[in-house]
């Protein structure tokens, strides 16, 4: 399997081994554009892979800080009560970068930014980049995308 992320488009595409796109998704990226340094708030580009897959067996919509789950389950009412509050929901696939000078190591390294591909708020609309650097997904397209994809899976953000 490897997956395509296309910023452009607001696209994430999986591809099964012998080249078939087997999925595709709706996702928003970053808001500030395309951009790999540290701090820019930018969705890096270039070739990634799966490092961790964290919050399997979690709930539809359960909280993540910090990359652990909080308890919280993501209601509406709880986004009202936390406004401009980063929601990271339901499954987390955490990014390496592959290029060493571009998207890994320095001030450009994708897993010390924190780039994951996650759920967000039910209420967060996708096919538009609002993100602050990472790929969001609608919950359900992430909990299946994090059944279908192992630690080491390729991935390729192109912009």
Known sequence: MRIL??????E????APDGACVRRYSVSTSANGAG???????TPRGRHRIRAR???????????????PTGEIWTPELAAANPGRDW???RILWLC????????GGQSDSMRRYIYIHGTGEDQPMGVPRS???IRMRNRDVMDLFE??????????AG
Do not use: K, W
């Open 97 to 104: 970068g592959e290029e060493p000078g571009f998207n890994r």
């Open 132 to 134: 602050h650097g990472c």
């Open 88 to 90: 990271i929901l339901s």
């Open 5 to 10: 992320i296309d910023i452009a488009c607001q």
């Open 148 to 157: 279908l994809v192992n630690v080491g899976t390729p991935v390729e953000i």
């Open 12 to 15: 994430l595409s999986l591809y």
């Open 54 to 68: 964290i919050g399997a067996g979690a709930p539809f919509c359960a909280v993540f800080r910090g990359r652990r």
């Open 36 to 42: 790999e340094r540290s701090g820019s708030g930018c």
